[in-house]
């Protein structure tokens, strides 16, 4: 006995992955405010280079735009995702600093 018809638990399927994908947009939201606090404080910080500051700034405000603009304007999702690259700018060049070099014992000033 099937509880579904295979067009139901298709369209069932279709309903739950929009879903995930609108509750990981608006995740996404959170994330990018993060961003942009971090980017601030780094900035103003003097224990790690401001340059990193500013990429993280600008890596929040891409993901800021592109999750807000899939969320309101999902027909041009595919536009976003070109915005959602300087995402990366930010945060993988600040891992690396982390990494590699690590923070000033003092801040410069």
Known sequence: METFASSQSQALGSLLL????TGHNVGLV?????????????????????????????????????????LLFPQL?????????TTVIGGVPLMFWLLIKGVRDKPSG
């Open 18 to 21: 929009g879903g995930y994908e």
């Open 30 to 70: 959170f994330f990018a405010f993060h961003l942009l606090i971090l980017g601030y404080l780094v900035f103003r910080s003097g224990y790690i280079p401001t340059v990193f500051g500013v990429l993280v700034f600008i890596s929040g405000l891409g993901y800021l735009v592109d999750s807000v603009g899939t």
């Open 77 to 85: 999702a595919g536009v976003f995702e070109v915005i959602g690259f």
